[in-house]
């Protein structure tokens, strides 16, 4: 029973070579595009039918987008509406990968650093890209808080310089540690299951307990896999609030 | 020292670092809930600031996980 091999990314076909490269489609590229047919079809199904009183499929959409629009306006103002189809993505995207991915056997994608990491980047560069496009070197003012006295002044500013750049690779562990850890204890309690199942029937009374432990575990899993998502998008809120005001 | 033995213990010792986080995350959440008790109003406004410092607290929790993670199973 080894708790890493859920982790195992296969090649399901391979798509062509690029540069020496093999360019294939894999399971984790399966649970991507399951994910956002998924989402599709939610949002799709959502707004054909628009009523005045939703349905239950319209009330999730609606739901969910006035979840996400609240917290980007209450962390990133009423300028930082027009990254909401970002911020909205994003989450979505999280949460339903997240949540495909507690489905025993089933593949989940944000276990991956590599994926963690290009949403972590891609936020990272809009917020830069988009911050001095904005506002020039003004920018640079969000790295000097006002009101520090002359002689910290430098100290602090090496701090939020570095903190800076130590956000994307906290962003994209949190999300990718937090997965791999929760999928990690759920296979070695399950584990715990079969060791004691395999010692007869006195096993059998104790493998009860690990696997009540299971249960609440996934349920504690299922907590983690919105938070998880719910934190991402706040936090891309709160690093793109730094690019649209840079001021404070 | 057997290597493999070597990084056993250093897993354990990583995982002390959970600790810390631990009482961050209890000092978070204890201190939401001993305002949102006295000032039940102003709670629902404060939620998003709640999730933030527990992200931040927990990122570094993490951080000690990963090294323990890393010193297993490679």
């Known amino acids: ?127 830069i890209v988009y911050g001095f496009w904005k506002n020039g070197l003004h920018f640079f003012k969000s790295f000097v808080p006002s009101g520090i006295p002359i002689y910290i002044l430098p100290f602090v500013v090496f701090i939020e310089v570095f903190s800076f750049f130590v956000q994307p690779v906290s962003h994209s562990v949190r999300l990718f540690a937090n997965m791999l850890a929760g999928h990690i204890t759920l296979k070695v309690f399950g584990g715990f299951v079969v060791l004691l199942g395999a010692a007869g029937w006195l096993g059998w009374l104790g493998a009860v307990l690990p696997l009540g432990m299971t249960v609440a575990l996934t349920a504690l899993e299922l907590l983690v896999a919105f938070l998880q998502a719910y934190v991402f998008a706040i936090l891309t809120c709160i690093y793109l609030n730094r690019a649209i005001h840079p001021g404070h | 020292m057997d290597p493999q033995a070597a990084k056993y213990i250093g897993a354990g010792i990583a995982c002390i670092g959970m600790g810390g986080a631990g009482v961050g995350v209890g000092t978070i959440f204890g201190y939401y809930l001993a305002a949102a008790l006295r000032n039940p109003s102003a709670a629902q406004g404060q939620f998003g600031n709640l999730i933030f410092g527990f992200a931040v607290t927990e990122a570094l929790g993490i951080f000690s996980l990963l090294i323990a993670l890393l010193l297993m199973f490679t």
């Open chain 1, 1 to 127: 029973m080894d708790p890493i091999h859920q982790f195992q990314i296969d090649n399901l076909f391979t798509l062509g070579r690029i540069g020496g490269v093999e360019i294939a489609f894999t399971n984790s590229a399966l649970y991507m595009l399951i994910a956002v047919a998924l989402i599709g079809l939610l949002m799709i199904g959502a707004t054909t039918s628009r009523a005045l009183i939703p349905g239950r499929i319209q009330s999730v959409a609606e739901i969910s987008y006035e979840f996400v629009s609240n917290t980007l306006r209450s962390t990133a103002g009423t300028e930082g509406m027009k990254f909401f189809p970002l911020v909205f993505s994003l989450f979505m995207f999280i949460l339903a990968v997240n949540v495909i991915g507690l489905i025993p056997y089933a593949f989940t994608v944000t276990s991956h650093i590599i994926i963690t990491v290009s949403f972590a980047l891609l936020v990272f560069l809009t917020v």
